[in-house]
Nanobody, 127 residues
Framework: QVQLVESGGGLVQAGGSLRLSCAAS????????MGWFRQAPGKEREFVAA????????YYRDSVKGRFTISRDSAKNTVYLQMNSLKPEDAAVYYC????????????????????WGQGTQVTVSS
């Protein structure tokens, strides 16, 4: 069983930056593709970014490309989401997720491909 704990959320002005962290425990971190999803009030949960087991492949939703960067530190069993140039529409609860994959380069973008989820961290962006 993998436990995921997010941190780093908060209130930021539009144009500002935040770095979210997701610490994993209880499993073999390198076996998992990792992802970030978000859910705003009244909206469906949506994919934000993902990184392969190896860390060599990443994928982003179009609206965050060039502004967000996902990375992972295997020594710390942690995945990060660096968010720059934040916009009010980025405000949501951000969730970290882990999904076991058989290949090191696979990137998962569908929520159903992730078996473990964190509790979420709130990101609020003021205009």
């Amino acid at each position: 069983q993998v436990q995921l704990v997010e941190s780093g959320g908060g209130l930021v002005q539009a144009g500002g930056s935040l770095r979210l962290s997701c610490a994993a425990s209880g499993g073999t971190f390198y076996m998992y593709s990792m992802g970030w999803f978000r859910q705003a009030p009244g909206k469906e949960r949506e994919f934000v970014a993902a990184i392969s087991r190896s860390g060599g492949n990443t994928y982003y939703r179009d609206s965050v490309k060039g502004r967000f960067t996902i990375s992972r530190d295997s020594a710390k069993n942690t995945v990060y989401l660096q968010m720059n140039s934040l916009k009010p529409e980025d405000a949501a609860v951000y969730y970290c997720a882990a999904g076991m994959t058989s290949t090191g380069g696979s990137v998962r973008i569908a929520a159903r491909d992730y078996g473990y989820w964190g509790q979420g961290t709130q990101v609020t962006v003021s205009s």
